[in-house]
T-cell receptor, first 110, second 115 residues
Framework: QKEVEQDPGPLSVPEGAIVSLNCTYS??????FMWYRQYSRKGPELLMY????GNKEDGRFTAQVDKSSKYISLFIRDSQPSDSATYLC??????????FGTGTRLTIIP | GAVVSQHPSWVICKSGTSVKIECRSL??????MFWYRQFPKQSLMLMAT?????????EQGVEKDKFLINHASLTLSTLTVTSAHPEDSSFYIC???????????FGPGTRLTVL
C-alpha cells in the first residue's frame, strides 16, 4: 500500500464548476499537508499549506484536512481554464521530506 | 516571497559531457535544498537532500558519483550530471526548505536532453 493515494484522473469539468480533489494517507507521522499545482514543463507551485485538521481558505481554493480519517481535500470554486494543470498532494513528517501523491490531471472546459 | 530559481531552464548536451544545474533561493536562506527528477506523466522522484556546508544525502539507487551535489551557501545548490548519457535525459527540479522546515518551494525545473 502506498503511503499516499491520489486519484490520478484525468478529471474534466466545465468552467465555473466546483472541483474536488482528494488524497488519503496511511502514515500517522505526517504533520504538514500541502497542495501543489504543476503546469506542463514547469516546477510545482505551492497552492495551500496546512498543519491542522479543519478548513483553510485562500481565494477560490479551500484545503481540508481530516487527520482522524487520514484524508485531505482541495476544493476549487468557480473553476477557470487557467486552473487546468496537474494537482499534487504532498505530506511531510518530521524529516523535511515530502511524500507526494501521484497527481490528478485537471482540465477545465471553457 | 519564497522564490526559487534554476539555471539553465533547458540544456542539450552530447553523451559523455557533464552538465551543471544551479538552484538559488532568491529571497530567503535555505539550509536544506532538495533535488528531484521527473519523467513524463510521473510524479517527482527525490534524488538527494542537500544541506549547506555538508555532504548531500542520496536516496537509494541514486549514484552519488554521477550526480554531484554541492551546497556551498545558504542560497545556492548545484547539481552536476557527470558523463551524461541519453538515459539521464529528464526534467530536474530543485526545491528549498521553508524557514521552519515544514514545506518546500520549488524551482521552475531544468529540462536536460542528452544526445
Amino acid at each position: 500500500q502506498k503511503e499516499v493515494e491520489q486519484d490520478p484522473g484525468p478529471l474534466s469539468v466545465p468552467e465555473g464548476a466546483i472541483v474536488s480533489l482528494n488524497c488519503t494517507y496511511s502514515n500517522s507521522a505526517f504533520q504538514y499537508f500541502m497542495w501543489y499545482r504543476q503546469y506542463s514543463r514547469k516546477g510545482p507551485e505551492l497552492l495551500m499549506y496546512t498543519y491542522s485538521s479543519g478548513n483553510k481558505e485562500d481565494g477560490r481554493f479551500t484545503a481540508q484536512v481530516d487527520k482522524s480519517s487520514k484524508y485531505i481535500s482541495l476544493f476549487i470554486r468557480d473553476s477557470q481554464p487557467s486552473d487546468s494543470a496537474t494537482y499534487l498532494c504532498a505530506m511531510m513528517g518530521g524529516n523535511e521530506k515530502l511524500t507526494f501523491g501521484t497527481g490528478t490531471r485537471l482540465t477545465i472546459i471553457p | 516571497g519564497a522564490v526559487v530559481s534554476q539555471h539553465p531552464s533547458w540544456v542539450i548536451c552530447k553523451s559523455g559531457t557533464s552538465v551543471k544545474i544551479e538552484c538559488r533561493s532568491l529571497d530567503f536562506q535555505a539550509t536544506t535544498m532538495f533535488w528531484y527528477r521527473q519523467f513524463p506523466k510521473q510524479s517527482l522522484m527525490l534524488m538527494a537532500t542537500s544541506n549547506e556546508g555538508s555532504k548531500a544525502t542520496y536516496e537509494q539507487g541514486v549514484e552519488k558519483d554521477k550526480f554531484l551535489i554541492n551546497h556551498a551557501s545558504l542560497t545556492l545548490s548545484t547539481l552536476t550530471v557527470t558523463s551524461a548519457h541519453p538515459e539521464d535525459s529528464s526534467f530536474y527540479i530543485c526545491s528549498a526548505s521553508g524557514h521552519y522546515g515544514d514545506t518546500q518551494y520549488f524551482g521552475p525545473g531544468t529540462r536536460l536532453t542528452v544526445l
